[in-house]
């Protein structure tokens, strides 16, 4: 802790000398293994990031349904690409979550096997060209989730669709750890965790419910990210609070993605590597954007960046073994005080 300090307190004595922000300041040091700092130039990785929140509606059989999600979407695209945002992420559902009822063929009444003849292919696809080219248009990235059809007589995926700045879909993340409707009735699982990069900043993707599953979580700390893409419909449990413990377990970045209708009480919003919110989507049912700069060189950020992911990884090497002591009253969980 007191390396840890020092740290803090040179970079603060920059800021102070030379009128830059922290974040400036931090830029030009860095701490070697020893806990030494240098003097140093260096470059933090820095992407600025839009997450979305927009009404989910559920009946992909309704066309001007399915073309109204598309133009909220563009809407927001170019909301985020007016703030200057190089990456856009959308919730679950954005231009449709099939109702299991609706798609059931024992619905209304009760939920059975989907029968995915009833969804409007062609026009879902024609949404989803429309988005690419509005992304080539803007130079956006955007994470836009959809069905995506499998060869019949296989179920579709849920996926989440990476289309670049080229308008060019780069890679697709397949919801893996599916509830038991989607699992028995729906979707046909995903096998493998996608991660993609934008100006140096990698990131992963989560969908539906996965963020009960920290496993998930800790699988894309191994792979390197520096940011999480979680994009939801609405889950059971307490679903920002869950994504802040999985930024600060795990020290990166989480954006979580929702609907407009959770927004009451679980608004979309980016959560720092330190677990704290640093921006969130209106409570009032709107669609919008909210807009952060993913800087692992901001104070929110370099903490949790430059000591606690450092230190969790060194900590599961093994360290411990040549400190461990060969003592019977170690070994004696009853031995008196």
């Known amino acids: 802790m007191t390396a840890r300090g020092n740290f803090k307190r040179q970079v603060r004595a920059r800021a102070a000398k030379t009128g830059e922000s922290y974040t400036a300041a931090l830029r030009h040091f860095r701490q070697t293994p020893s806990g030494d700092v240098m003097s140093e130039a260096r470059n933090p990785r820095s992407v600025r990031l839009a997450v979305a929140q927009t009404l989910v509606r559920e009946d992909p059989r ?21 703030q200057g945002a190089r990456i856009v992420h959308f919730p679950e559902g ?41 992304a080539r248009e803007l130079g956006l990235w955007t994470v836009i989730p959809s069905v995506h059809r499998l060869t019949g007589p296989n179920r579709p995926h849920n996926s989440l669709y990476v289309i670049s700045d080229r308008g060019t ?6 919801e893996r750890l599916l509830s038991h409707t989607k699992v028995s009735y729906m979707y046909s699982p995903g096998v493998s965790p996608v991660t993609f990069e934008v100006d140096g900043v990698r990131f992963g993707c989560l969908l539906g419910m996965e963020i009960h599953y920290p496993e998930l979580f800790a699988e894309y700390e191994k792979l390197d990210v ?41 608004p979309a919003g980016i959560v720092a590597p330190n677990g704290d919110w640093l921006a969130r989507c209106p409570t009032d049912g709107s669609p919008a954007v909210a807009v952060v700069d993913l800087d692992d060189g901001s104070e929110a950020a370099a903490d949790a960046v430059t000591f606690g992911r450092p230190w969790h990884r060194k900590a599961r090497t093994g360290i411990y073994a040549e400190h461990q002591v060969d003592d019977p009253r170690s070994d004696d969980r009853t031995a008196a005080f």
């Open 62 to 82: 309704d066309v001007e349904a399915l073309r109204e999600s598309g133009r909220e979407v563009r809407a927001l695209m170019r909301e985020a690409g007016g």
């Open 94 to 134: 954005a231009l449709c979550f099939p109702s299991k009822v609706v798609m059931s063929v024992d619905g209304p009444e009760a939920v059975g096997p989907a029968d995915w003849d009833r969804c409007q292919w062609p026009v879902l696809r024609s949404e989803l060209a429309a988005i690419a080219d509005l």
């Open 169 to 174: 879909v780069v890679t697709r993340y397949d």
């Open 226 to 266: 520096g940011c999480v893409l979680f994009s939801t419909s609405g889950t059971p449990g307490n679903t920002a609070a869950q994504a802040q413990g999985h930024a600060a377990v795990n020290s990166y970045w989480v954006s979580l993605s929702v609907p407009t209708q959770l927004s009451a009480t679980a």
